[in-house]
């Protein structure tokens, strides 16, 4: 790496066949720091890489060679370092001549700070859909993209092909399922435009996994589960890498980012280093009301516990993939109600519960609220998973009095394809979700039908949130705004709900960073032929459930 190197003439390349079969990519910036990422095919064994401050390689500032790894699925990550903060680069590699697509990457301030921007998705399986949030997030204009999790899919939710055809439990299947979903030209090209910090959920593994299994892992068929979990982490740092907290360990993904004097970006791994075993899920596993039972483990808890309070920035954002803030259902418990249970969801003392969220972990929720209580203020939570929009206002004891200030505000974005809370129910019952929705405690506002992201502004004495709707089914990927809430720095944590955020692209926007251009993307993903949506067989039992029993309640399938 030759840092600040002299301008050097632009390379002359040819782009008539290329061996970099899924574009660049850039992973966990730092203020000086960067991972760039490629891949290759077969027999490609060494590349060079280079990084330019401007978007030819006359203005180059560092560059290398760097060797293909071995048995790597053909994957490269190089840890540039070197940068100056709050800077945005381009960069590309070459093979033989051959120059890949150009990227571009910022790198996170230093010091002084008086705005960030953030863009949040999760939950991507393309088998349902074309990834438009991810063409319309590579459109906007943001620092840094936190994905929440479910990147990719172990089984296929939808009609769409997608390979492996069989369920991913081998490292072989992880990694084609990783390629095919890095095969998306929406998907490749939000990689293209911005960086991307990243922490796994279940579906990158298995459905609701946790430390030592997954409820639907049969190690007669899937084989032991230590193995499918080695191999689901190790196709995930290859495709999508990290800055992992031990490079020996794979599983070491809770990391955090300082955004300048303005924020820290703490990223919690909730699936799997510490995780107890989904209370209902056996007999064996432990009582939800266990106050031993773990979500993060005693290493990371102390960790994050440390870093909410530090308040040497203004602002703790904390990247959770499942949601913190309570979304239990209050309906009648029953044991053919029980039958017909969601993934994830239990009834619990007379509550049903998605016990793989933090309702399923009270104690370790209790903890985690505390530490952000003891903070004083200045807390955003950030979280996904459920395939909903929600502004949460999550307060201390959740069982207790409802007149409670809350101690935290809380982000919940929406799905990119996987589908939504109000659709998992048939023609004419969609009410029933959002009669449902309605009596969550502590929500400001929610929406349980669309797809998109969230863009986070981040200011010293504001943050504001903007949800936009996205549709798999947009031919244009144009975001729609839902809804715009904002909290101060100083006092209760309060949602407010602000002015509606300016269009995408107009020139009142205070965008100050220099531009990839559009045209430079890759071309849109032709929409699937129209079929009908294939509804899960569960849903007619569901339907005769609540016709016996007059029950009103609400199902959706992660």
């Known amino acids: 790496m030759l840092a600040g190197r002299p301008a050097g003439k632009v390379p002359t390349v040819t782009t008539a066949t290329t061996p970099f079969t899924h574009g660049v990519a850039s992973f966990d910036p730092t203020a000086d720091t960067v991972l760039l990422w490629t891949r290759v095919e077969s027999g490609v064994n060494a590349l060079r890489w280079h990084v330019s401050a401007g978007e030819t390689a006359t203005d180059l500032v560092a560059e290398g060679t760097v060797s293909v790894p071995e048995e790597a699925d053909g994957c490269v990550t190089v840890d540039v370092a070197g940068l100056d903060p709050a800077t945005t680069y381009h960069y590309w590699f070459t093979s033989a001549g051959v120059l890949s697509p150009v990227g571009r990457t910022r790198t996170l301030p230093l010091g002084p700070t008086d705005w960030a921007r953030l863009a949040l998705v999760c939950c991507a399986d393309p088998s349902i859909g074309p990834l438009r949030a991810c063409r319309a997030v590579a459109e906007d204009e943001v620092d840094l993209v936190l994905h929440l999790g479910d990147y990719v899919y172990e089984e296929a939710k939808g009609d769409r092909p997608l390979e492996p055809e069989h369920l991913c439990t081998s490292l072989e299947d992880y990694r084609i399922r990783h390629a095919a979903t890095r095969s998306s030209p929406d998907l490749q090209a939000l990689h293209l435009r911005h960086p991307m910090v990243f922490v796994w959920d279940d579906h990158d593994v298995a459905d609701n996994a946790w430390r030592r299994g997954a409820k639907e892992h049969d190690a007669e068929e899937h084989g032991p589960w230590e193995d499918r979990l080695a191999a689901a982490a190790r196709a995930r740092h290859e495709w999508v890498p990290s800055r992992l907290r031990d490079a020996d360990d794979l599983l070491s993904m809770w990391r955090s980012f300082a955004i300048g004097d303005l924020a820290e970006l703490v990223v919690l791994d909730t699936r799997i280093p510490g995780r107890d075993e989904q209370a209902g899920d056996r007999p064996e596993a432990k009582d939800l009301r266990d106050p031993e039972r773990s979500l993060l483990g005693s290493v990371q808890r102390e960790w994050a516990h440390e870093r909410i309070g530090d308040t040497s920035r203004s602002w703790s954002l904390l990247a959770s993939s499942v949601t913190v803030s309570p979304l239990e259902l209050p309906i009648p418990a029953g044991h053919v109600a ?221």
């Open 338 to 558: 029980d039958a017909q249970m969601p993934g994830g969801y239990s009834t619990i003392e007379d509550q049903v519960i998605c016990t793989d969220e933090w309702d399923g972990y009270p104690a370790e929720r209790q903890a985690l609220l505390g530490a952000i209580a003891s903070r004083g203020g200045g807390t955003v939570i950030l979280s996904g998973d459920v395939h909903s929009s929600w502004a949460l206002e999550p307060v201390l004891d959740p069982d207790g009095p409802e007149d409670q200030d809350p101690v935290a505000v809380e982000v919940v974005c929406p799905s990119i394809t996987s589908t939504p809370m109000g659709r998992q129910l048939p023609s004419g019952w969609e009410e029933l979700a959002d009669v449902a929705g309605r009596v969550v405690r502590d929500q400001r506002w929610r929406d349980l039908e669309h797809h998109g992201y969230v863009r986070l502004d981040v200011r010293p004495e504001r943050v504001r949130a903007d949800w936009f709707a996205v549709g798999p089914e947009d031919e244009t990927a144009v975001p729609s705004l839902m809804a715009s809430w904002a909290v101060e720095r100083e006092g209760v944590p309060h949602w407010v709900e602000a002015t509606p955020s300016v269009p995408l692209g107009s020139a009142a926007e205070d965008v100050r960073r220099p531009g990839l251009a559009l045209d430079a993307l890759p071309a849109l993903e032709p929409l699937p032929d129209p079929s009908p949506r294939r509804w899960p067989a569960v849903v007619a039992l569901v339907v005769a459930v609540l016709a016996a029993t007059g029950l009103a309640r609400w199902r959706w399938r992660r």
